[in-house]
């Protein structure tokens, strides 16, 4: 079942900040956030494990609502480089690390 | 350390032809995968294996087949290859329920 990121797409000024979001219809293990640059493979930013761990990035933060089912990444102070869409992969049961990835957010950053 | 490898970078096939894309990678990881993504839109799991000899159907397989023979190795089979068939595929590993890391993808067209 794949989930649903808002908003599709966000444009903001060096310095500020935005929340982008990934929700699913079905209970979730852990949600996963990935960082795509045009023409370039998708970049590992974190993960977040059902009962509160979370592994990942320093500067990018996240939370993860497992009873609503959602996930929310958080791009403080924004630089030029967090441009890029960002993908969230949702995964349903523990143990196959199989992912069912949304549509993206894309974040334009500029000066 | 390489990372993940895939080869070719880019393909041009012609409809009913196959090819097999290659994927290699060097961290000694046991889950592997295979993703397509077409524009606009998210990874679609094609297929993925938890260990050598380890093979399971992801969202999208039909048209494909993967072998695992070695840790190392998924190699990933089009048969008759149809214009549906056009898309980036990335090939990622990770070391069990981790993040994935991402090779840097094979363009292919079917014409």
């Known amino acids: 079942q794949q989930p649903v990121q808002s908003p599709q797409a966000v444009i903001l000024r060096e310095g500020e900040d935005a929340v982008i979001n990934c929700s699913s219809s079905?209970?979730?293990?852990?949600v996963h956030w990935y960082r795509q640059k045009h023409g370039e493979a998708p970049v590992f930013l974190m993960i977040?494990?059902?009962?509160?761990e979370q592994k990942g990035h320093e500067k990018i933060s996240a939370s993860f609502n497992e009873k609503k089912q959602q996930s929310s990444l958080y791009l403080t102070a924004s630089q030029l480089s967090y441009s890029g869409t960002y993908f969230c992969?949702?995964?349903?049961?523990?143990?196959?690390?199989?992912?069912?990835f949304g549509k993206g957010n894309q974040v334009v950053v500029i000066p | 350390n390489a990372g993940v490898t895939q080869t070719p970078k880019f393909r041009i096939l012609k409809i009913g032809q196959s090819m097999t894309l290659q994927c290699t990678q060097d961290?000694?990881?046991?889950?592997m995968y295979w993703y397509r993504q077409d524009p606009g839109m998210g990874l679609k799991l094609i297929y993925y294996?938890?260990?050598?000899?380890?093979?399971d159907k992801g969202e999208v397989p039909n048209g494909y087949n993967v072998s695992r023979s070695t840790t190392e190795d998924f190699p990933l089979r089009l048969e008759l290859a149809a214009p549906s068939q056009t898309s980036v595929y990335f090939c990622?590993?990770?070391?069990?329920?981790?993040?994935?890391?991402f090779g840097p993808g094979t363009r292919l067209t079917v014409t």
């Open positions: 961290m000694n990881h046991n889950y």
């Open positions: 079905k209970a979730l293990y852990s």
């Open positions: 992969g949702t995964e349903h049961n523990y143990g196959n690390n199989r992912l069912a």
């Open positions: 977040l494990l059902k009962g509160g």
């Open positions: 990622a590993s990770s070391y069990d329920v981790h993040e994935q890391y």
């Open positions: 294996s938890v260990g050598a000899g380890i093979t």
